[in-house]
């Protein structure tokens, strides 16, 4: 089963990502300070060894979607 969530880093912004849930070993929600200078709160996924994805979605929400 897949959650599908939206991106949040700046070179894929706004598109559709989809996770597998089993995959996925932590989820949190933090600050990142852009190269830009703008700051933003997203919510991070890992889910090694495939790597980790900024998402626009709450850790709320993502933790819904998990269940």
């Known amino acids: 089963m897949f959650i599908t969530l939206?991106?949040?880093s700046?070179?894929?912004k706004g598109k559709k990502?989809?996770?597998k849930k089993?995959?996925?070993?932590t989820v949190h929600r933090t600050t990142v300070l852009r190269e830009d200078g703008t700051s933003e709160e997203v919510t991070f996924i890992f889910?090694?060894?495939h790597g980790s994805w900024e998402v626009e979605e709450t850790f709320e929400k993502v933790m819904l979607l998990m269940k």
């Open 6 to 8: 939206t991106n949040a």
């Open 10 to 12: 700046p070179a894929h």
């Open 17 to 19: 990502v989809a996770i």
């Open 22 to 25: 089993d995959l996925i070993i």
């Open 47 to 49: 889910a090694p060894p």
